[in-house]
């Protein structure tokens, strides 16, 4: 089992920028898709973006343009680095590994494991 945790959250004002870092613990971590969903007070939780084991992605279309996504197998970590911040995009970020998953995907019933989540708040 992958044991991931979140940092970098926080709060921001519109326009502004924050990198969200996710450490994965377990051998297998650069074998996974990882991936980084969110979910806002009574809404569904939403893909935002994706990488493979091989560094494809694949990026939300509300985000795309602003947000990136990177990992570093050396140290068992993804970044989400989100720049042009609008309070829409405020939400609790989730970090997600998919075992056996060998595509970036934002689905989220194709991710075993999960983070805590951190709090991402934008003002206007």
């Known amino acids: 089992q992958v044991q991931l945790v979140e940092s970098g959250g926080g709060s921001v004002q519109s326009g502004g920028s924050l990198r969200l870092s996710c450490t994965a613990s377990?051998?297998?971590?650069?074998?996974?898709?990882m991936s980084w969903f969110r979910q806002a007070p009574g809404k569904g939780r939403q893909g935002v973006a994706s990488i493979s084991s091989d560094g494809d992605t694949d990026i939300g279309d509300s985000v795309k343009g602003r947000f990136t996504i990177s990992r570093d197998n050396a140290k068992n970590a993804v970044y989400l680095q989100m720049n042009a911040l609008k309070p829409e995009d405020t939400a609790m970020y989730y970090c997600?590994?998919?075992?056996?998953?060998?595509?970036?995907?934002?689905?989220?019933?194709?991710?075993?494991?999960w983070g805590q989540g951190t709090q991402v708040t934008v003002s206007s």
């Open positions: 997600a590994a998919g075992k056996g998953l060998r595509y970036a995907s934002l689905l989220d019933y194709e991710h075993s494991d």
């Open positions: 377990g051998v297998l971590y650069r074998t996974y898709a």
